[in-house]
């Protein structure tokens, strides 16, 4: 029998194609759930390659992570508040025989006495952040590159729910171990919660199970955190997966890409190995974050009183904006009407201001698609400087993003640049103001200006620093010509037009259909498209070349075509 | 067990790294309030007047008693270099021998709070539990949670007290220095001071989770969530998006 077996692998080996058990298994699976016109299609699937398209992965990866280490803890943490004391021959010595709850007890014990717990616990804690502040990276990515566009309107405001879900399973997973910091948390929850008029005093009690803090919130809010919200992420990734493999992924613009084509890889084996490759590179650098640095060390700050505060307590990063904002609030507006008491002061930086982001986040695809009234499907990707009015709203929205997280942090601004806490908070509230007009203006001019220098190099090419004499005495720099592959990047994109308004009776006494939001639209587009430059004709590089690009002088008139209002998209 | 092991040398570790600060606290007596005296004329009294009296520029320092006086003039914060917010933390100006000439002196002039003995400040004495239990009650609200400092209002902060040495950690709950309250014995016995010592010494010990990222909370952990993770990681996706053709 071993003799047989022996020779027939000799055989195979000789035929070299797989190897019996792949094959074996592949068959087996393709003769009962059809396998191979499964994988034929998949494996078969272009994907275009920028470093770019990484940043959600990393996020996925982060998550995988996440749900793997949350296993790891869900084993020995105990989710109730129930008083205990910490055993007296524990580890660390700062809270032998504190009374504690016993999610607290049970924290700290892992931390110290569980192998592998504090690494465990860290590795959780830093996929935490870093999940968070990849997705908000790609978001970013998604949003100045144009991505949104249809037909991913959907797909955005998926990865959007995600973002919100797990800014809420961070807050949950942050409050479970029931230390002063994460009850500081919790209590400014429940003011928030608190601060809605009306409702807000039930809700905090339905929330809490009664009176702040209660006994209720861990076991709830570990509910929240290891099923509920993970489940609902879970699903949207998943989602959120089929949808880029169903309208296929967006590509940079380059030779070659149009909207109707993807130019790439293949999925197998190009992106199999450079995706299960990154998952392990996502891992291995959260786990060397794990083991070198700490994260929420609980112990420091002891078991939760709602009595006690302590200097530099903020939550993690994705939640200073909210600390931040309530920081630069001036504490006066609160009023009392009839008995109830209207809590401007909270209500306004934690509900008002945090809802207008995230409204404005959200809602951004479908802003811009009424004011370019744009049905085409779009699959390859804006440059950020060809659509300056959208990268200039981004950075504005971010450099509001940025004051806040300064103001949530303002303390530790104050002490590590010597500053005073009072001038810095000031200096905060008037540039959440002006700071975003400012960016916006400043963006949107260094947009249009990178436009017109794309204009520029693609008419006359690239400086090439040599300068000749001609016989006659004349001085000209030597420009060399872009070659086609980088001009089609610089000409490629399509530039929108104000919307017009029709008349607002035609010729025969009719009213045009279309009713006063009309001209509410047209205004947002006049906002959005009025400054615009106009991309290279085919035309203008024909005049521009019979003028011969290699000896075009200073002076010379560069601007022809520039900025003129007739003539549809230019390809 | 290993960690065991760990604790105990970290206590002897400590303890020897006491020990010195205490033979110097001891040497009060042996103090020359007459040394004192000069140097007091000659560095101290354009501002706080002949014979310590005060003027307009800093107040009389009759009773404020040697532990003040150790206290402000072994961490370098008197004499004073600028018209700052407060006195900023600086190398010393005087040797201790010198610093204890001065307590002397001041102390000669009126009674006050005294200068500790090794025993009162010997970490390995107290309870870092209950220590804790003080702390966050009583100091974590300007001191942060583990003593890395924090905030005031107008460019005042309450210092890090990761290097300050024990016995000037009890002085200045005794003495209540600049912006910060006094603990009398009243309010934070003698043991419970120690306590609090004793606590905060602990926090020195190497973190059990790795580098410390300055003890500073969620805020600098953020911040090197995007320079380590993100930014290592957008590294490699820069170089593996690279690796294409």
Known sequence: MTETSASGRSAATADPIVPKPVSGTVDYLDQRVGAASMIKGLARKIFP?????????????????????????????????????????????????????????????????????????????????????????????????????????????????????????????????????????????????????????????????????????????????????????????????????????????????????????????????????????????????????????????????????????????????????????????????????????????????????????????????????????????????????????????????????????????????????????????????????????????????????????????????????????????????????????????????PLQLAAREDANGVRRPGGHLDNLRTSFSRFFYEDRVEPVTPTEIAAAHGNGHAEITEGEPTHAGELTSTGGTSR | MLLLAFALVLVGGVYTAVTPTTAQADSLASADPAKGADLFRTNCSTCHGTGAVGSDLAPSLIGVGAASVHFQVTTGRMPMQANAPQAEEKPPQFSEAEALDMAAYIASLGPGPEIPTAEQVDPALGSPANGMLLFRTNCAMCHNAVGAGGALSEGKYAPSLMDSTPTVIYEAMLTGPQSMPGFNDAILSPEEKRDVIAFLIEQREPQPGGLSLGSLGPVSEGLWVFVVGLGVLIGFSVWIGSRSS
């Open chain 1, 49 to 497: 390659d920028h470093w770019s398209f990484l940043l959600g992965e990393i996020a996925l990866y982060s998550f995988i992570v996440l749900l793997l280490s949350g296993i790891f803890l869900t084993m020995f943490f105990v989710p109730s508040m129930a008083e205990v004391h910490y055993p007296e021959d524990a580890l660390p010595v700062t809270m032998q025989g504190i009374e504690m709850s016993e999610a607290f007890a049970s924290t700290v014990y892992m931390s110290f006495h569980v192998r592998g717990g504090l690494l465990m616990r860290q590795i959780h804690h830093w996929a935490a952040l870093l999940f968070v502040a990849s997705m908000v990276i790609h978001m970013l990515r998604v949003f100045f590159t144009g991505a949104f566009r249809k037909p991913r309107e959907l797909n955005y405001l998926v990865g959007f729910s995600m973002l919100i879900l797990s800014l809420l399973a961070g807050l949950t997973g942050y409050s479970l171990p029931d230390d002063v910091l994460s009850g500081n948390g919790l209590r400014i929850t429940d003011g928030v919660v608190k601060s809605i008029p009306i409702i807000g005093s039930y809700m905090s009690y339905m929330v809490f199970g009664g009176e702040f803090p209660g006994t209720d919130v861990i076991p709830r809010m570990f509910t929240l955190h290891i099923l509920l919200i993970p489940g609902l992420i879970l699903a949207l990734v998943a989602l959120h997966l089929f949808l880029v493999f169903w309208q296929k992924h967006t590509q940079y613009p380059g030779p070659g890409r149009t909207d109707k084509n993807v130019v790439g890889y293949p999925l197998f084996p190009v992106y199999m190995a450079k995706a299960g490759g990154f998952f392990f590179i996502v891992f291995g650098v959260l786990a060397l974050m794990g083991g070198i640095m700490s994260i929420n060390a609980v112990w420091n700050y002891g078991p939760f009183d709602p009595a006690l505060v302590s200097a530099g307590a903020q939550p993690d990063w994705y939640m200073l904006f909210l600390e931040g904002s309530l920081r630069l609030m001036p504490g006066q507006p609160e009023f009392v009407i009839l008995g109830w008491t209207l809590s401007l002061n909270v209500l306004i930086p934690a509900v008002v201001l945090p809802g207008l982001l995230f409204t404005f986040l959200g809602a951004y695809p479908f802003i811009e698609r009424a004011v370019t009234k744009d049905m085409g499907e779009h699959h390859v990707l804006d440059r950020p400087r060809n659509t300056a009015t959208r990268t200039s709203l981004g950075a504005a929205f971010l450099s509001v993003f940025i004051v806040l997280l300064i103001a949530g942090s303002n303390d530790l601004v104050a002490t590590h640049f010597g500053l005073s806490l009072n001038a810095i908070t000031w200096a905060l509230r008037v540039l959440i103001f002006v700071l975003p007009v400012v960016v916006f203006i400043i963006t949107k001019r260094i947009c249009l200006a990178l436009q017109r220098k794309d204009r520029e190099v693609v008419l006359h090419g690239h400086e090439t620093g040599q300068v000749r004499r001609t016989a006659d005495g004349k001085f000209y720099e030597v420009h060399q010509p872009l070659d086609e592959y980088e001009r089609w990047i610089k000409v490629g994109h399509h530039v929108y037009r």
